[in-house]
Every structure is written in C-alpha cells, then in structure tokens.
C-alpha cells in the first residue's frame, strides 16, 4: 500500500528530527509523538528505561534559552 504521498515530506521529516535518547538516561526513547504548538514543532516523549516524560522542541538554526539569575 503506497500512502499518502502529500504527507512523504512530513514523514520523512518526522523520522530525521525525532528525538533518539532519553536526556535522563541515554536509553532509546519508547515514544516520540510529534505535535504542534503554534509555531512551535514539539516532541512529546517517554522512556521505559528510566521513566523519564517530557517534551523535546526543535530550535531550528539558533538555540534560545534562558540564563538563570545570578
């Protein structure tokens, strides 16, 4: 069965830019399910290994963050 072929892009997309590991443990994540916020492109994820949840979102070409209060 061929699918969709006006969503290929978003797949292939998907598969290149889901997270991998876990940020807790470094074991392969059990889920990554992608979902938007906005603009904003967000991953929501789980791992079985240490049970670690939370959401990963891109940055695209620059990374912004916040810095802590000294």
């Not at 889920?31 to 891109?58: I, K, P």
């Amino acid at each position: 069965m061929i699918g969709d072929r006006r969503f290929t892009a978003d797949a292939d997309a998907h598969r290149r830019d889901q997270p991998r590991y876990c940020p807790a443990c470094a074991a392969a994540l059990d889920l990554a399910s992608e979902f938007w916020e906005g603009d904003a492109r967000r991953f929501y994820c789980w791992c079985a290994g240490c049970g670690w949840t939370g959401e990963v979102t891109t940055t695209g070409a620059t990374a912004v963050g916040h810095e802590p209060e000294h």
